[in-house]
């Protein structure tokens, strides 16, 4: 991944010559690794943490300490692997972490200032609205399909969970729980296949690209460059 910044000048000529601003422009993108396996592992870990709650495995007292682990652990990773997100150029990595960022971290906030077991109608419409935000950035990652799919499966998990806040139905607690575990084995399958991508600069396991996405691990620099002027922080304006 790659990060770019414009820098643009226009040099003058004291003959009375000149050269235009993009005679002159540089561009510099400087690699980095992929932030979203740690973005996934921050959402495995907060994924189980309330799944083990809503299914039971854990008294509800223990919720307080699942939501001091989720915000110690997921909360800054999610953060962080927005962050880098957008200075890799990956739009989708940046919006879906960060909205994974702000709905993990007021749900811990929320979970930690309750009493224990209780459900919150305030939170449930936190989560429903949580799960049609990631359906933006999942309908932007078309080109890779493991990390659309963890996207479109964390939405449903946010749905379900909205749904047992609201209504504080224990089938729906249940239906949330198994859909955080599925979700879970998704983001784990999802990170694993991401870092060995990254580490070995080849597709180890399978991540379903496809169309713009089936030939980043195989271009050319120039294939991968071909639009930078397009992109945010190198155009005028965003």
């Known amino acids: 991944?790659?990060?770019?910044?414009?820098?643009?000048?226009?040099?003058?000529?004291?003959?009375?010559?000149?050269?235009?601003?993009?005679?002159?422009?540089?561009?510099?993108?400087?690699?980095?690794?992929?932030?979203?396996?740690?973005?996934?592992?921050?959402?495995?870990?907060?994924?189980?943490?309330?799944?083990?709650?809503?299914?039971?495995?854990?008294?509800?007292?223990?919720?307080?300490?699942?939501?001091?682990g989720v915000l110690a652990l997921t909360v800054p990773t999610q953060l962080v692997s927005s962050l880098y997100g957008f200075l890799a150029r990956d739009p989708v990595a940046g919006t879906g972490m960060g909205v994974l960022f702000g709905t993990w971290g007021a749900a811990a906030l929320v979970t930690l200032t309750s009493p224990p077991g209780a459900a919150s109608a305030g939170l449930g419409v936190l989560f429903l609205a949580a799960g049609a935000a990631m359906l933006v950035p999942a309908a932007a990652a078309l080109t890779k399909l493991t990390a659309a799919g963890v996207m479109v499966l964390t939405a449903l998990r946010f749905w379900l969970t909205g749904l047992a806040e609201l209504t504080g139905d224990p089938g729906w607690k249940t239906a949330a729980g198994v859909?955080?575990?599925?979700?879970?084995?998704?983001?784990?399958?999802?990170?694993?296949?991401?870092?060995?991508?990254?580490?070995?600069?080849?597709?180890?396991?399978?991540?379903?690209?496809?169309?713009?996405?089936?030939?980043?691990?195989?271009?050319?620099?120039?294939?991968?460059?071909?639009?930078?002027?397009?992109?945010?922080?190198?155009?005028?304006?965003?």
Do not use: C
Not at 2 to 31: E, I, K, L, M
Not at 190 to 211: F, I, K, Q, S, Y
């Open 1 to 68: 991944m790659a990060r770019a910044g414009g820098q643009a000048g226009q040099a003058g000529d004291s003959r009375g010559g000149g050269r235009s601003g993009t005679d002159v422009s540089r561009v510099v993108v400087r690699p980095m690794g992929t932030p979203l396996p740690l973005g996934f592992l921050g959402l495995f870990v907060a994924t189980v943490g309330f799944s083990a709650l809503q299914l039971g495995w854990l008294p509800p007292e223990q919720g307080r300490n699942v939501a001091l």
């Open 179 to 238: 859909a955080g575990l599925v979700l879970a084995a998704a983001a784990l399958y999802a990170a694993l296949a991401l870092e060995l991508e990254d580490a070995n600069h080849r597709t180890v396991l399978p991540v379903l690209r496809r169309g713009a996405g089936r030939d980043v691990m195989t271009g050319s620099i120039d294939d991968e460059l071909e639009n930078i002027s397009h992109e945010a922080g190198v155009r005028k304006q965003l």
